[in-house]
């Protein structure tokens, strides 16, 4: 496998839900802006859960980026997840969408809450540039909620990633990135770094942010990732920005975006016994 570098950028756009949201076209053109100022390689998007969101997007960021998606018959994306491959890049995808729902979530009766009712659950598609493959795979977890945090949801849901992520092909550097709602300083956070290497660790203790405002022990949440899957196979470095918001509208959403440049390779050993 020759040397990959990769932009990866992940982001939950904070959907729809009024109050907390008065903008939404506005906002949703300030992050066709900002991902035509960061240029990425591959974008993973959640909370995006209207057709017309996705053609507002597609239509600003056309046609560098090419919009990856498993819609419902409604023309929304299923699990309000999206995907954007940048096509000026090189990058293109060579194989079908794959969403995967997950088996354990909220009651669908807690329509306030939206989670049982928003399908939530896996997307994940195989990009290929030349002779570099990778498997891309997003997804956003059930929410925490004042009386309740969902702990046995997120943790059947943390297993469910896994099972996917290791049922895949595990010969292909794996990206798993998305809003997992799980802080690091959970004790569900092992299964985070269960998948392999977490890529926002070290800007994560380097500062005393997070990528919510909400706040755990002082300390506001970090409940969203980038990990490279099977990374005992691989040579991986990451430089990890933080793409920051002062609330759900100003500029953009009620998550920071997490813009990941990511080196991949093969270890020494390897590339020399591939060599022979």
Same mark, same amino acid.
């Given at each position: 496998?020759?040397?990959?570098?990769?932009?990866?950028?992940?982001?939950?756009?904070?959907?729809?839900?009024?109050?907390?949201?008065?903008?939404?076209?506005?906002?949703?053109?300030?992050?066709?802006?900002?991902?035509?100022?960061?240029?990425?390689?591959?974008?993973?998007?959640?909370?995006?859960?209207?057709?017309?969101?996705?053609?507002?997007?597609?239509? !600003?960021?056309?046609?560098?980026?090419?919009?990856?998606?498993?819609?419902?018959?409604?023309?929304?994306?299923?699990?309000?997840?999206?995907?954007?491959?940048?096509?000026?890049?090189?990058?293109?995808?060579?194989?079908?969408?794959?969403?995967?729902?997950?088996?354990?979530?909220?009651?669908?009766?807690?329509?306030?809450?939206?989670?049982?009712?928003?399908?939530?659950?896996?997307?994940?598609?195989?990009?290929?540039?030349? *002779? @570099?493959?990778?498997?891309?795979?997003?997804?956003?977890? @059930?929410?925490?909620?004042?009386?309740?945090?969902?702990?046995?949801?997120?943790?059947?849901?943390?297993?469910?990633?896994?099972? $996917?992520?290791?049922?895949?092909?595990?010969?292909?550097?794996?990206?798993?990135?998305? +809003? $997992?709602?799980?802080?690091?300083?959970?004790?569900?956070?092992?299964?985070?770094?269960?998948?392999?290497?977490?890529?926002? *660790?070290?800007?994560?203790?380097?500062?005393?942010?997070?990528?919510?405002?909400?706040?755990?022990?002082?300390?506001?949440?970090?409940?969203?990732?980038?990990?490279? !899957?099977?990374?005992?196979?691989?040579?991986?470095? !990451?430089?990890?920005?933080?793409?920051?918001?002062?609330?759900?509208?100003?500029?953009?959403? +009620?998550?920071?975006?997490?813009?990941?440049?990511?080196?991949?390779?093969?270890?020494?050993?390897?590339?020399?016994?591939?060599?022979?």
């Amino acid at each position: 496998m020759p040397e990959i570098r990769l932009k990866v950028l992940s982001w939950n756009l904070h959907g729809l839900w009024w109050p907390l949201s008065k903008d939404l076209r506005g906002r949703t053109d300030r992050v066709s802006t900002k991902v035509r100022e960061l240029r990425p390689d591959v974008v993973l998007l959640q909370e995006v859960w209207l057709g017309s969101q996705v053609d507002r997007l597609s239509q !600003a960021l056309h046609p560098d980026w090419v919009p990856i998606c498993v819609t419902r018959r409604s023309g929304s994306p299923t699990g309000g997840l999206l995907a954007f491959v940048g096509a000026s890049e090189g990058w293109h995808q060579c194989s079908p969408a794959q969403f995967q729902t997950f088996a354990t979530s909220a009651p669908v009766w807690k329509i306030w809450e939206g989670d049982g009712l928003g399908r939530k659950g896996i997307l994940a598609v195989e990009l290929e540039h030349g *002779e @570099q493959r990778i498997l891309a795979i997003n997804t956003h977890l @059930q929410s925490q909620y004042p009386r309740s945090n969902y702990a046995e949801v997120r943790e059947a849901q943390l297993i469910e990633v896994r099972e $996917f992520v290791f049922n895949s092909r595990l010969s292909l550097p794996a990206i798993v990135a998305g +809003d $997992f709602n799980t802080d690091s300083r959970e004790s569900l956070y092992s299964y985070v770094t269960a998948l392999g290497t977490d890529l926002t *660790e070290d800007a994560r203790q380097l500062s005393n942010s997070g990528t919510t405002a909400n706040l755990l022990e002082g300390r506001p949440e970090w409940i969203d990732y980038i990990v490279m !899957a099977n990374s005992q196979a691989f040579t991986v470095s !990451a430089k990890l920005e933080l793409i920051e918001n002062q609330s759900a509208d100003v500029p953009y959403s +009620d998550h920071n975006g997490l813009f990941c440049t990511i080196n991949l390779g093969l270890p020494e050993k390897q590339c020399g016994e591939r060599s022979n």
